[in-house]
């Protein structure tokens, strides 16, 4: 039966796991193994190799024949090299002492490389790692640099928006008082003049109906003065003529005269005081202006009697 030492796959998909196994060769990779001598794991650096030594040297003795890739493991963990030796020591050419002696240089050489390995992945974890702290840093500090400026802007900008509705709004209040004032002063305008021609037209308005009163009253009793010395013209013809008795009739009829006179007089007072209050409240003024007129017209009636006498 050929015996063969192979790899048996275990893990999971994307991470493999594998055994060194002594297996027959006719039988399925994954299959039935006769001794399971070692774990190989690349997923890590350097990949983790873990063997029997002297089990393995005892197969490869036995004549059991090594794949490719477990031969480079028993190699990388000196048991091909052991094997190696202990030919040489059946053959006589050096003794077991001599061989163990070369095995334990070469253990320790191979260790010392490979820890001058992982000494060197962990210097290139160690220095990519400052190099992305660095580089981080940077981008932070940029950012950072960024966000003040940005900030830095955005107050300026704030600013000046700021200072420009400032500037707006006290345009639009120097703008907005002068109209103010002036709807205040066009306000306070009408009020005053209302009160101004309300305090001038009540004064003219009641001048005027005595004013036309006057006037009309003069008609009046310059008609009463004229009855009266006709009435005394006639008294006194009467008086030579007639007797005491036939005297005091025209008195009685100066009397009588009067008293219509008198009425006339009230009736024509009664009736320009209703007018005159009627066009005082349409206009004030222009019935100031007419009343002189009449009075000059009254003015005149007298000499106008007189030289009709």
């Not at 196994?21 to 399971?36: P, Q, S």
């Not at 650096?45 to 030594?53: F, G, H, I, R, W």
């Not at 036995?62 to 040489?88: C, E, F, V, W």
């Not at 940005?150 to 703008?175: G, L, N, P, R």
């Amino acid at each position: 039966m050929p015996v063969r030492i192979r790899l048996q796959r275990h893990g999971k998909k994307g991470k493999p796991f594998y055994w060194i196994v002594a297996a027959d060769g006719r039988a399925k990779r994954d299959g039935r193994y006769l001794e399971k001598i070692g774990t190989y794991n690349p997923n890590t650096n350097p990949a983790s190799v873990e063997l029997d030594v002297d089990q393995a040297v005892k197969w490869l003795e036995n004549g059991a024949q090594p794949s490719d890739t477990a031969r480079t493991l028993l190699s990388y963990r000196g048991a091909m090299i052991k094997h190696h030796l202990n030919g040489g020591v059946k053959k006589g050419a050096f003794s077991q002492e001599e061989a163990d002696k070369r095995f334990a240089t070469w253990l320790e050489e191979k260790q010392a490389k490979i820890q001058m390995k992982i000494d060197g992945l962990d210097k290139d974890k160690a220095t990519d790692l400052a190099q992305r702290l660095e580089a981080e840093k940077a981008v932070n500090q940029k950012r950072i640099a960024d966000l003040s400026t940005a900030a830095k802007v955005e107050e300026a900008t704030e600013a000046t928006a700021e200072a420009s509705i400032e500037e707006a709004s006290a345009d639009e209040i120097a703008e907005e008082t002068p109209a103010v004032e002036k709807a205040k002063v066009e306000e306070t305008a009408p009020e005053e003049t209302v009160k101004e021609v309300s305090a001038s037209e009540e004064p003219k308005a009641e001048e005027a109906p005595t004013e036309e009163v006057k006037n009309e009253e003069t008609p009046a009793v310059e008609e009463a003065k004229v009855e009266e010395t006709a009435a005394e013209e006639t008294v006194v013809e009467a008086s030579a003529s007639e007797e005491p008795k036939a005297e005091e009739a025209p008195t009685e009829e100066v009397k009588n005269e009067e008293t219509p006179a008198k009425e006339e007089e009230e009736k024509v007072e009664e009736t320009p005081a209703k007018e005159t209050m009627e066009e005082a409240s349409a206009s004030d003024e222009p019935k100031a202006e007419e009343a002189p007129t009449e009075e000059v017209k009254n003015e005149d009636t007298p000499a106008e009697k007189e030289e009709s006498k």
